[in-house]
């Protein structure tokens, strides 16, 4: 029921899956807030959170559909939403959700580069939207590395397709420095470039978060182990996307290790690679009935995470 459901894309699945989303967030909230911390200030501050969540499942949809990342059905923007109820955490902080919604719209660009249409462009797009990653956390200066692997997959690595990044990413970082230095505060400019971690992981080992890795990390890896072998068995842009999706997956990893706190909140900047490697493993299940309980555990996770 849930497979045949899910496995549509229509209007009706993604008010559903909208609707899944705002009961986690509601779950969430009052979860870290009570009612007597709320007042107009936090309406506010939680209303623009909501309008980032918008353009950043807008962006979602947007990289899935286009580049065709997954089949014709909703388990791809479901699996994005049930990873917010697995971290509750990285729905209320705006700093984090405007990060990922940034991280998104570069992704667009460097998934874009299928098609040699305006190629040069969108490696320079690529490049800015990174200056900007940049400048919101300086760690995920890391994900330049995806715009050089998608040029290797997608066109052809040469001087000027190698270059093409830096100006683009110079171009935020340099009005940045420029603004730093006309009002004397380039020590904030500097302290981008000083990536000290304490590598304190507390948070992880506490219960619903560590179930949550445990969970998904388990899934996750499988998925990759069960589908790699297939998909390197088709040829075209299909193995060449699934490459550069594991890449994505290492590098948001590595980026999340070496920040400089970890309150996994910083966790979100797994989500696209994560949803799409599961979307692809449970596309791949044969029985109905299976492919229904995994649904349903996923469904039901949250809740019990919440329960904790």
């Not at 014709?72 to 919604?101: A, D, H, T, V």
């Not at 249409?117 to 200066?141: C, H, M, Q, R």
């Not at 072998?229 to 699934?242: A, C, E, F, H, T």
Request: proline share 3%.
């Amino acid at each position: 029921m849930l497979a045949n459901f899910f496995g549509k894309s229509n209007p009706a699945n993604l008010i559903i899956i909208f609707l899944i989303f705002l009961g986690i967030y509601f779950m969430a909230f009052f979860s870290s807030f009570s009612l007597s911390d709320i007042n107009s200030s936090l309406i506010i501050y939680q209303l623009s959170v909501l309008g980032l969540f918008l353009l950043m499942f807008f962006f979602f949809n947007f990289i899935l559909t286009k580049n065709k990342l997954t089949l014709y059905n909703s388990y791809g923007f479901l699996m994005f939403i049930l990873l917010f109820g697995f971290f509750p955490k990285s729905m209320l902080g705006r700093e984090q959700i405007l990060l990922n919604l940034v991280l998104l719209i570069f992704l667009r660009r460097v998934y874009s580069l299928r098609s040699s249409k305006n190629s040069y462009k969108k490696i320079l797009d690529a490049g800015f939207w990174l200056g900007f990653l940049f400048l919101v956390e300086p760690t995920s200066v890391l994900f330049g590395l995806l715009i050089f692997i998608a040029v290797s997959l997608f066109q052809k690595l040469n001087a000027r397709t190698f270059l093409i990044p830096f100006v683009g990413f110079l171009i935020p970082v340099f009005c940045y420095f420029t603004y730093c230095f006309w009002f004397d505060k380039t020590a904030e400019f500097t302290q981008l470039f000083l990536w000290y971690s304490e590598y304190n992981y507390e948070n992880y080992i506490t219960s619903p978060v560590m179930y949550s890795l445990i969970f998904l990390g388990i899934i996750t890896i499988s998925s990759i182990i069960i589908k790699t072998p297939k998909v390197l068995l088709i040829s075209g842009n299909y193995r060449k996307y699934w490459t550069l999706i594991i890449f994505n997956f290492l590098i948001a990893t590595l980026i999340i290790t070496i920040q400089k706190t970890h309150t996994s909140e910083e966790l979100i900047l797994l989500f696209f690679p994560v949803s799409i490697i599961i979307t692809n493993w449970i596309e791949d299940i044969q029985k109905p009935l299976f492919k229904n309980l995994i649904l349903g555990l996923f469904l039901v996770s949250p809740l019990i995470i919440f329960i904790i």
